[in-house]
Antibody, heavy 119, light 107 residues
Framework: QVQLQESGPGLVKPSETLSLTCTVS????????WSWIRQPPGKGLEWIGY???????KYNPSFESRVTISVDTSKNQFSLKLSSVTAADTAVYYC?????????????WGQGTLVTVSS | DIQMTQSPSSLSASVGDRVTITCRAS??????LNWYQQKPGKAPNLLIF???TLQSGVPSRFSGSGSGTDFTLTISSLQPEDFATYHC?????????FGGGTKVEIK
């Protein structure tokens, strides 16, 4: 059973860069797309982007100027960087595995990590 | 972006009830539609992918149908553990987008 675990600072100052890492265990990072999704408190889910194990990425245009997703296959990890954060970026951030080809369904998720943007 | 609209946004139901949640896409997405269940403080859990395929381990009381723009998630007999929020998600085009969620509460 694949498990995902997010890690990174829970508090980020406005205008700084949010950085999170997702560690994948119980299976290889190869042959799948890996997503970052966020959920502001009390609100719905928002897809940020995903990366293929080869390094190819697709981003949500809403974030494209601020986001970078990278992968380190040697560590079975992928990472999110979101720059110039504001209070609106306060959310629970999830990493997830996308499965089932074009259906790109998130079949394994991390537990989520709350990131608060505040000075 | 493809907009996903779920209805209702919330509903109250009793154990044993049949519950139907709908999800409408702003354009044709064929069968590129997934359903998730989310309980408070937890990550979403995949229930159904490709509109109607049950994810492994998900009880058979959950079913999905639809294609094109209109989709439904049905719970045939609501159980206590089913009280949660349900989300639809389209994977037809980037960006992947979710519906606003449907909260199923105890009547």
């Amino acid at each position: 059973q694949v498990q995902l675990q997010e890690s990174g600072p829970g508090l980020v100052k406005p205008s700084e860069t949010l950085s999170l890492t997702c560690t994948v265990s119980g299976g290889p990072i190869s042959s799948y797309h890996w997503s970052w999704i966020r959920q502001p408190p009390g609100k719905g889910l928002e897809w940020i982007g995903y990366i293929y194990y080869s390094g190819n990425t697709k981003y949500n245009p809403s974030f494209e100027s601020r986001v970078t997703i990278s992968v380190d296959t040697s560590k079975n990890q992928f990472s999110l960087k979101l720059s110039s954060v504001t209070a609106a970026d306060t959310a629970v951030y999830y990493c997830a595995r996308n499965n089932y080809g074009g259906n790109s369904a998130g079949d394994n998720w991390g537990q989520g990590t709350l990131v608060t943007v505040s000075s | 972006d493809i907009q996903m609209t779920q209805s209702p946004s919330s509903l109250s139901a009793s154990v044993g009830d049949r519950v139907t949640i709908t999800c409408r896409a702003s354009q044709n997405i064929a069968n590129y539609l997934n359903w998730y269940q989310q309980k408070p403080g937890k990550a979403p859990n995949l229930l159904i992918f490709a509109a109607s395929t049950l994810q492994s381990g998900v009880p058979s009381r959950f079913s999905g149908s639809g294609s094109g723009t209109d989709f439904t998630l049905t719970i045939s007999s609501l159980q206590p553990e089913d009280f949660a929020t349900y989300h639809c998600q389209q994977s037809y085009s980037i960006p992947l987008t979710f519906g606003g969620g449907t909260k199923v509460e105890i009547k």
